[in-house]
């Protein structure tokens, strides 16, 4: 049996890192650290060690990026479940539990977050080892994050008598404090930063919540009972997992149980929950900047800028966040950056759709690109992976012009079947049954020209679709 079996929640839509983050790409899905995104950095945190296969849970709205991810990071493995729309981390974990159960996967569950960022793999690796000594007797465990400054964005735990050599039972949560109280707990010593990260075995789990949350675990046990196999994805019944109330891990069962333990972690934590925490977390060169794409500082100090489609220049400024977009840039006073969520509810309420989607949008064949756009006109790049197809389609109300930039398309129109090479071109006239399909071994990349009186993605009358799409 594993040591493990990983539980990757993958789940938040946030906004906290806006403009990268956007509802229809959150920042789990975002490379912020390196070249892989922080979902990939967190699976191959778990290379080399004795795990069952992951069960990553998402968003369906997330199901073919998430899918992607998994694919380029080379898990092929994973069960992705879906959850049809967030209800917090208690019943995510619940659905985890009762699958690892219907697969009669004993070993502990390891719930990891995909979001965050650890500098210190080793120390995390070492830390697992006490957990699963705990789990293994019966406790829900969870790391404490030793802390290395007041925080007051962060919950904290009290540790309580010890449990072994390296584990202690939980005393008390507390809820992110003012910074007088988390002073005195830095220099008590006895209180950590709640990490968000716990090792327990399923049943213990299912146990604890058939105690303290009944109406989660009924919900939850519907919802994986009618659950359906849709292509790589596990749906639960969406209406049985509605049912369920919302709620988090700690206040439905952590707080509330006596088999709460914790393990001490200090391994360079950070949840990224802002761009100051990203600041801190990010190398930086000799002038404390952070810098990431094409980016040119003189006489500035203290900068987070990220570059994401031009340069960006700066000149005798300090301690601020720079965050440029192909369609939105950010300028804020790096210590206030915990604030951006205001900004963000007032540019959603205003109707800006820079904070739900960005210009390059993913699908299951790949991704497009908005180029351009005018009242008939609008303009893609499209990238069609390797082998995979779009669905076979009509449009009433626009016509389709496809210049391939690089790869072969073969392009059904009607009945008639043809391919199109390099810098040819092909055009789709409006109501004409039409797909698009890469048989070749590199990706497809083409430009399309859409013109006509409605351009909407909403004009997509799909006739069959090999990804199960309505």
């Known amino acids: 049996m594993s040591l493990f079996t990983p539980v990757i929640l993958a789940g938040g839509n946030g906004v906290r890192l806006w403009p990268l983050s956007r509802r229809q790409r959150p920042k789990q899905f975002l490379s912020l650290e390196g070249e892989g995104s922080l979902l990939a950095n967190t699976l191959a945190r ?72 650890l500098a210190d793999d080793e120390a995390f690796r070492a830390a697992l080892k006490p957990a699963a000594r705990l789990a293994g007797a019966g406790h829900l465990v969870t790391f404490g994050v030793v802390p290395t400054r007041a925080e007051t964005g962060y919950g904290y735990l009290q540790a309580g008598e010890a449990l072994g050599e390296a584990g202690h039972a939980v005393a008390r949560f507390v809820e992110k404090p003012d910074l007088a109280t988390a002073e005195r707990f830095l220099a008590a010593g006895d209180h950590f930063w709640n990490s968000g990260i716990f090792v327990l075995r399923p049943d213990d789990y299912l146990d604890a919540l058939a105690a303290f949350a009944p109406a989660i675990l009924a919900a939850c046990r519907g919802a994986m009972d009618g659950a359906a196999v849709d292509l790589d994805f596990l749906r639960p019944a969406a ?18 149980t006596d088999r709460a333990a914790m393990v001490p972690l200090a391994a360079g934590w950070s949840d990224i929950g802002s761009w100051q925490a990203l600041w801190e977390a990010l190398p930086r060169d000799a ?45 804020a006073k790096r210590a206030q950056s915990q604030q951006l969520r205001g900004l963000v509810e007032r540019l959603e309420a205003e109707g800006r759709t820079e904070t739900r989607s960005t210009t390059t949008v993913h699908r299951p064949w790949g991704h497009y690109q908005a180029v351009d756009a005018g009242p008939r006109h609008q303009v893609k790049r499209i990238t069609v992976r390797p082998g995979a197809r779009l669905s076979r389609q009509l449009h009433h109300h626009r ?6 930039v690089s790869g072969t398309a073969r392009v059904t129109l009607d009945d008639e079947v043809f391919l199109v090479g390099e810098n040819a071109s092909t055009f789709i006239p409006v109501g004409r049954v039409h797909c698009l399909e890469n048989p070749g071994l590199i990706p497809l990349e083409l430009i399309e020209v859409q013109s006509g009186s409605y351009l909407g993605e909403d004009d997509i009358v799909r006739l069959d679709d090999c990804y199960g799409r309505e």
């Open 239 to 256: 209406r049985a997992f509605r049912e369920s109330p919302a709620g988090s891990i700690d206040v439905a069962v952590m707080e509330r």
């Open 399 to 404: 016509a389709e012009h496809w210049v391939v």
């Open 46 to 117: 778990l290379e080399g060690l004795d795990m069952a296969a992951p069960i990553v849970i998402c968003h369906e709205a997330h199901r073919f990026l998430a899918a992607e991810q998994l694919r380029q990071a080379g898990v092929d493995e994973a069960t992705l479940l879906l959850e049809p729309e967030g209800r917090g981390t208690a019943p995510a974990i619940a659905l985890a539990a009762l699958l690892a159960r219907r697969q009669e996967r004993g070993a502990p569950l390891l719930v990891l977050p995909s979001d965050h960022h």
């Open 287 to 331: 002038d404390d900047n952070a810098l990431r794409g094409d980016v040119v500082c003189e006489q500035s100090r203290g900068l987070l800028v990220h570059a994401d489609s031009r340069l960006v220049a700066t000149l005798g400024v300090e301690d601020l966040v720079i965050v440029e977009t192909d369609d939105a840039v950010l300028v």
